[in-house]
Every structure is written in C-alpha cells, then in structure tokens.
Nanobody, 120 residues
Framework: QVRLVESGGGLVQPGGSLRLACLATRTIFTISPMGWYRQAPGKQQREFVAAFVDGGSPNYAGSVKGRFTISRDNEKSTVYLQMNSLRPEDTAVYYC?????????????WGEGTLVTVSS
C-alpha cells in the first residue's frame, strides 16, 4: 500500500521559514519524480509548487522560484520543501504528490496535506 505522509506545517510570520517533509512508501519513492502542490483557502484547484522532472532536476512555479527549494533524501524515502521568505499568499494546504512514470495523471498518489499559515 502506497502512503505519503506530510509534516512540518504550521503558523509562521511573513518573512519566516518552514520546512515540509513527505515520507513516502519506498516502492513509490524509488520510481516517482515526487513533488509538491498547494491549495489556497477558498480555491477549488491545487496548484503546482515544485517537483523533480525527468533527469532529477527541480522545477518550480514562478511564484516560489528563488524562495522555495525541493530536495530528497533517498535513504529516508523523504522529499522536502524548504520555504523561505514566506508571504501571506503562500498560505495553503500543501500536498505531497507522487506521479507514476508513464501513467495518466489521475493515477497520481497524494498525501493528506499539511496546513501552512503565513500571518502576523
């Protein structure tokens, strides 16, 4: 059974930092590029934040580029999202995403999410 478990969310002031972690079942972690999405309050759709693309290079949404960093620890089957210079508009539930190579995107695995609130 595949599981993705996020942690690290919380309340932070504007300009602060948080690091999210996603612990994945090893079978999916070894084959999936892994990534992060978020869903802001009142919005129906999740938006792309960051992910590893083919070849292992990171890709970022324009709104977070230069502030967020995605990384992975292969020994721990964990993917991280380091978030710096946080802004109120970064407030959202952050979801870990694990697409299956070659499969339709509706087959992606998702975690249950972790809430990040940026507020003074």
């Amino acid at each position: 059974q595949v599981r993705l478990v996020e942690s690290g969310g919380g309340l932070v002031q504007p300009g602060g930092s948080l690091r999210l972690a996603c612990l994945a079942t090893r079978t999916i972690f070894t084959i999936s590029p892994m990534g992060w999405y978020r869903q802001a309050p009142g919005k129906q759709q999740r938006e792309f934040v960051a992910a590893f693309v083919d070849g292992g290079s990171p890709n970022y949404a324009g709104s977070v580029k230069g502030r967020f960093t995605i990384s992975r620890d292969n020994e721990k089957s964990t993917v991280y999202l380091q978030m710096n210079s946080l802004r109120p508009e970064d407030t959202a539930v952050y979801y870990c995403n694990a697409p299956l190579p070659g499969a339709p995107r509706d087959k992606d695995y998702w975690g249950e999410g972790t809430l990040v609130t940026v507020s003074s």
